[in-house]
T-cell receptor, first 111, second 112 residues
Framework: DVKVTQSSRYLVKRTGEKVFLECVQD?????MFWYRQDPGLGLRLIYFSYDVKMKEKGDIPEGYSVSREKKERFSLILESASTNQTSMYLC??????????FGPGTRLTVT | QKEVEQNSGPLSVPEGAIASLNCTYS??????FFWYRQYSGKSPELIMS????GDKEDGRFTAQLNKASQYVSLLIRDSQPSDSATYLCAVYSGAGSYQLTFGKGTKLSVIP
């Protein structure tokens, strides 16, 4: 079974803090993705990576950066958290252009 | 802008009935199609994938794809209360894109 894990299920941060969200997959997938999901807006892609040290912007990259130093690990960084970044953050991984498998999600609240 | 459209629902069906969930997509070059189930507060879980025209069955689930009509559907037979969830349709477009486009989901409620 594919396993995608995320570092926290719930996170509360203050405005202006730097926030790190980590994602690890154990299936040797080359592609990894970060999404956020908000009511009424659906799933929106923030960034994705198709190889180590490679990244591509998704639909809403502003205010976020990513890091992929190892194939199994993909980090999402909020350089200076703001209240409008309160959301559910979902990591996913895939092999080539096949199914994406999601982690359990991190519900981030920025106060 | 590639779009994937779903009726937001809620779709209510009685227990034991067939639930029919529909999805249309705008990019005629789309190659691969997926259905995810998402329980409230949880992450999406893949339940079906379909790549060619026709039907694909897996247990109580059947995915149907019609590329000419740009339409993909999910049928759930013998619906159970545990099927109550939001169902997301997702599509890979052509041209080597790695980006899945998701619909906003249809909320299904199975009434005991």
């Amino acid at each position: 079974d594919v396993k995608v894990t995320q570092s926290s299920r719930y996170l509360v941060k203050r405005t202006g803090e730097k926030v790190f969200l980590e994602c690890v997959q154990d299936m040797d997938h080359e592609n990894m993705f970060w999404y956020r999901q908000d009511p009424g807006l659906g799933l929106r892609l923030i960034y994705f990576s198709y190889d180590v040290k490679m990244k591509e912007k998704g639909d809403i990259p502003e205010g976020y950066s990513v890091s992929r130093e190892k194939k199994e690990r993909f980090s999402l960084i909020l350089e200076s958290a703001s209240t409008n970044q309160t959301s559910m953050y979902l990591c996913a991984s895939s092999l080539s252009r096949y199914e994406q498998y999601f982690g359990p999600g991190t519900r981030l609240t920025v106060t | 802008q590639k779009e994937v459209e779903q009726n937001s629902g809620p779709l209510s069906v009685p227990e034991g009935a067939i639930a029919s969930l529909n999805c249309t997509y705008s990019d005629r070059g789309s190659q691969s199609f997926f259905w995810y189930r998402q329980y409230s507060g949880k992450s999406p879980e893949l339940i079906m994938s379909i790549y060619s025209n026709g039907d694909k069955e897996d247990g109580r689930f059947t995915a149907q794809l019609n590329k000419a009509s740009q339409y993909v559907s999910l049928l759930i037979r013998d619906s159970q209360p545990s099927d109550s969830a939001t169902y997301l349709c997702a599509v890979y477009s052509g041209a080597g894109s790695y980006q899945l486009t998701f619909g906003k989901g249809t909320k299904l409620s199975v009434i005991p």
